[in-house]
């Protein structure tokens, strides 16, 4: 039972619900741009602002896959972590390396820190807690409901919440494994749970389940670990993301011209693709000028083609867009020139437990003939859930039972306007419920790299002040200078400047000094 409310609702103009990168630059951008009566709050569960589960590791192993200098959180200065980088991580940084994750999950926790300090504490509030309800009130607000009992009230609320977890892939057999069970399970959910990698120094071999570039970090996490053993990789085509490389500039060639089916995109991508490296271009050139207009093109295709891109082309336009580092890369290239990795394409027909050990069968992709292998752990690396219906998550399953939102008609996330406002089970946009990130991937597609989400942060804060009755706020525009941020240029006099929050607290935000 949850406890009850010990002191009456705080009231804020804006409450952020999540607090990785998309929560946490809102949140920032917010205060940067309001007038001084805005007030925020960003509600995260986990105690670090901005880390989540991408930027909260603490291996110097896990690179982010966006070279330095795209990585940014204001797109309006898109030097920032460039220069924060140079002055807090390393000073020989350059544009095109591949900063470990740590470092940038540092630099979130410092721009809050900068907009608490130039906002003042009663601007920006960070509350570690967890939201489990919304409810609207008879004053025009929204009353959110939270874990520990504490209540907080906000004129506008934003979901963003993130990736949801993986669901657990279809493994024949598994069910009759789990009960009753005599040995530990051999089975893990999640991929960063300290639990899926405990013990690996003394295993022989592990099959991580998908391809993705989750499956490439637990790669790297496990050696880190001291597994020397196999890593088997198993994903129904077998196709692992592409190395980053450095390429040419290409122009865009998409217009609203041009093919509105899959197949007719596909055919002009080709084209291009042969035109580039008769000019001697790289391919990824020509799928990079593509990310400006990625939105754009998705939304000009009708329904039934979305869906047959999601059947059929969506693993391979994932590993050509959502690249490795160069490091990542040519490490697995390694391993796998030495057995130490093996790649697998097909899907599982049996699961089977036999003492400690799994056995697995599949059907090879190519030839259909059933294999298998015995493995000692098996780690769920596939892609993260995008079907709110599937979620256990205490705030999405009761803003569903209640008709306040629904699943968009793909289920890649939640419905929503233009704006990001949420749809109701009725088709009413709300004027206080949006979304950003990952739940918009359904009306965005790329909805999850920092370069896109910063730019989807960017316009919703536009929106957000537009009708929020903010009369003194900075003009959003990436042409202008004017919004600029000027203290986080220097080096802070306090090194590594972070927030250190007190559990269930949302008075306090102090600085410590790392």
């Given amino acids: 039972m949850e406890a009850r409310p010990k002191c009456p609702a705080q009231k804020f103009t804006f409450a952020v619900i999540g607090g990785g990168f998309t929560g946490t630059t809102l949140g920032v951008q917010l205060v940067r741009h309001t007038d001084p009566s805005c007030s925020v709050v960003v509600i995260e569960r986990m105690s670090l602002p901005g880390r989540g ?53 540092r630099y979130l926790g410092a721009i809050l820190s900068e907009a608490v300090l130039s906002g003042g504490k009663r601007r920006l509030c960070w509350m570690r ?6 409810a609207p009130t008879r004053t025009g607000e929204i009353e959110i409901r939270l874990r520990s009992g504490t209540r907080v009230l906000a004129d506008k609320i934003v979901l963003a919440l993130g990736n949801f977890p993986s669901s657990d892939p279809s493994l024949p057999g598994r069910a009759l494994a789990n009960s009753p069970r005599s040995s530990p399970n051999p089975y893990f959910s999640n991929p960063w749970s300290d639990t899926s990698f405990e013990g690996v120094e003394h295993l022989g071999s592990i099959l991580l389940l998908g391809s993705g570039l989750s499956s490439l970090d637990v ?16 994903s129904r085509r077998g196709l692992l993301p592409q190395s980053h490389r450095w390429h040419g500039p290409w122009p865009n060639f998409w217009n609203e011209r041009s093919p509105k089916g899959v197949r007719g995109l596909l055919r002009l991508i080709r084209e291009q693709l042969n035109a580039a490296e008769q000019r001697g271009v790289d391919w990824r050139g020509v799928i990079n000028s593509l990310r400006p207009v990625t939105a754009q093109i998705w939304q000009s295709l009708p329904e039934a083609e979305k869906r047959r891109f999601l059947r059929h082309l969506q693993p391979y336009w994932d590993v050509h867009r959502h690249r490795a580092a160069p490091e990542i890369a040519q490490f697995v290239d390694e391993q796998r020139s ?63 039972a209640e008709g306040r939102v629904r699943p968009d008609p793909l289920f890649l996330g939640l419905d929503s306007s233009v704006d990001g406002a949420l749809i109701d089970q009725h088709g009413i946009i709300s004027n206080s419920l949006y979304a950003v990130g990952s739940v918009r991937k359904g009306s965005l597609w790329e909805s999850t790299a920092v370069p896109e989400i910063r730019e989807q942060v960017y316009r919703l804060v536009q929106h957000l002040v537009s009708t929020s009755g903010q009369t003194h706020h900075i003009r959003l525009d990436p042409g202008r200078e004017e919004s600029r941020p ?7 006099a306090l090194p590594n400047p972070e927030i250190s929050i007190e559990p269930m607290s949302i008075a306090r935000v102090d600085l410590e000094v790392g």
């Fill in 129 to 134: 807690d967890e939201a489990r309800a919304l």
């Fill in 219 to 234: 790669a790297v996490e496990l050696r880190h670990r001291g597994f020397a053993g196999t890593i088997h990789i198993l």
């Fill in 338 to 400: 030495h057995g130490k990795i093996q790649l697998h394409a097909g899907r599982i027909t049996s699961y089977r437990e036999n003492g400690s050990r799994v056995e697995i069968s599949y059907n090879q992709r190519k030839t259909v003939e059933e294999v298998g292998f015995v493995v000692d752990r098996i780690i769920n690396c596939t892609a993260p859930e995008t079907d709110c219906r599937r979620l256990q998550d205490p705030l999405m399953t009761a803003l569903l």
């Fill in 486 to 492: 000027t203290t986080m240029a220097r080096k802070s």
């Fill in 53 to 105: 589960l991408a930027y909260g590791t603490g291996s110097d192993s896990h690179l982010l896959n966006v070279p330095a200098k795209d990585m940014s959180a204001f797109p309006e200065d898109q030097e920032h972590f460039l220069r924060w980088a140079k002055l807090n991580y390393d000073r020989d940084v350059e544009p095109c390396r591949f900063v470990p994750r740590k470092a940038y999950g």
